[in-house]
């Protein structure tokens, strides 16, 4: 009894001391990630186009400092089911600096890769220090959360994220409370930091009528659908970019060169960046085209195969949410909330988690809508196993 109470009360102070740094690197890079967006916007016909520019300093960087840090969340992935024993810690300046680079020129990729490589590979550091039993695996799990949290500010979806993503249909209940400490500790040193929360109530009474469920239903199928069809694209590009460009730097200068095209094409950079522009427009009445979510899905594969840094979860925000205003129309359903149930369903069906979106869902747009995201989120999950953006992940 002794030992486990003594094991409890280590673990809460390592997660708070975890939350605590965790946090305030997230507030650093999520600043920096904010300036270089608004400075790209401002300036987009100066920096677009030298993204492949970027994009081979990013790569040499890799090459001369990174080692294994290029597996990026390949690594995390690894320690998480025993395949190797740590982290370089490395990785933590390399993925800022290259996903700043990717940015702030204009690549379509996302942020969370960054902030969960980050956590994980300090908590895991943290975690040798301490002589517990399972110890690497509840610190990788808890320094997951804790950096998805402390980006975001959404330490309920973080934790179950967390908990839920190495093994598909396992969670790991051992490091629950060490993950849920650090996650909401990581989550208000970010907010009390400065750094700002995405969220947008949602207020809608919908009856749960069958036909309202048999609606719900046919769009988690569809938002399920979408999910899939980015990580089953973004695992198709990948090996055929590898196997078409055995050179990293001539893969991702010439396919920089030609997506730079695209970019400036299409709507003039409306596609560059995280995607925040399309989730404001979905959920705030904006300019949504019908096919933003496909060019979406269809730009940031391509910067993502190429090799820039980043990663998946905002710009699947994106799709989702923009998905959800054209398919509000046919289905006979407030805009806000379609378009709120494909922002968590998409990443909940791309990642094949759970728990994870229908807690998402609640954080971002209030819990008073969790039957809705839980019925969407049930129908994607169910239908999106084959895929996922982890080529890791367990089933």
Same mark, same amino acid.
Request: aromatic share 12%; hydrophobic share 55%.
């Given at each position: 009894?002794?030992? *486990?109470?003594?094991?409890?009360? $280590? ?15 997230? +507030?650093?890079? !999520? ?24 994009? $081979? ?12 840090? *290029? ?22 300046? #390399? ?6 680079? %990717? ?15 980050? @956590? ?11 002589? $517990? ?8 799990? +808890?320094?997951?959360?804790? @950096?998805?949290?402390g980006l975001f500010q959404i330490p309920l979806a973080a934790t179950f994220f967390a908990i839920e993503v ?26 009390? #930091? ?19 469920? =048999?609606?719900? &239903?046919?769009? !988690?199928?569809?938002? !399920? ?33 030609? &997506?730079?095209?695209? #970019?400036? &094409? #299409? ?5 560059? @960046?995280?995607? %925040?522009?399309?989730? *404001? ?21 391509? +910067? ?44 909940? *069906?791309?990642?094949?988690? &759970? ?5 998402? @869902? ?7 809508? %969790? ?7 049930? =129908? ?16």
């Open positions: 009894m002794y030992h *486990s109470l003594k094991n409890k009360a $280590l673990l809460i102070v390592a997660a708070v001391i975890i939350g605590l740094v965790i946090g305030t690197i997230d +507030t650093v890079f !999520g600043q920096v990630l904010l300036f270089v967006s608004a400075f790209r916007d401002s300036h987009l016909v100066w920096t677009l186009p030298f993204l492949a520019l970027a994009g $081979l300093v990013s790569i040499w960087l890799y090459q001369r400092f990174g080692g294994d840090a *290029s597996k990026g969340m390949g690594l995390v992935f690894e320690v998480g089911h025993e395949r190797r024993e740590s982290i370089p810690k490395v990785l933590i300046p #390399l993925i800022m600096v290259a996903t700043w680079l %990717t940015h702030l020129f204009g690549g379509s990729a996302g942020r969370e890769g960054v902030a969960v490589q980050i @956590g994980a590979t300090v908590s895991h550091w943290f975690g040798k220090l301490i002589p $517990l039993k399972n110890s690497s695996r509840i610190f990788l799990v +808890t320094g997951m959360a804790a @950096g998805f949290a190495l093994v598909v249909g396992e969670l790991a209940f051992s490091a629950l409370l060490p993950a849920l400490i650090a996650s909401l500790v990581a989550s208000q040193t970010s907010h009390v #930091l400065g750094l700002e929360k995405f969220a947008v109530s949602v207020s809608v009474h919908l009856q749960l009528e069958p036909l309202v469920v =048999a609606k719900l &239903l046919i769009l !988690g199928l569809c938002f !399920g659908l979408v999910g899939s069809l980015f990580a089953a694209s973004l695992a198709w590009a990948k090996k055929q970019v590898s196997h078409y460009f055995k050179n990293p730097y001539w893969r991702i200068a010439i396919i920089s060169i030609g &997506l730079t095209f695209l #970019l400036f &094409l #299409l709507w003039n950079g409306r596609y560059t @960046g995280l995607g %925040t522009n399309l989730i *404001s427009a979905s959920l705030m009445g904006g300019k949504i085209y019908a096919w933003d979510w496909a060019l979406k899905l269809l730009l940031t594969v391509i +910067t993502l195969a190429a090799g820039f840094q980043g990663g998946e979860v905002t710009p699947l925000f994106a799709i989702g949410a923009s998905l959800g205003v054209v398919l509000a129309g046919f289905f006979g359903l407030p805009v806000a909330l379609v378009a709120g149930l494909g922002y968590v369903s998409v990443f909940g *069906s791309a990642t094949n988690t &759970l728990l994870a979106p229908i807690l998402l @869902g609640g954080e971002v747009f209030g819990f008073a809508n %969790t039957p809705y995201f839980a019925i969407v989120a049930v =129908a994607a999950f169910l239908f999106s196993h084959k895929h996922t953006i982890y080529a890791l992940q367990k089933r």
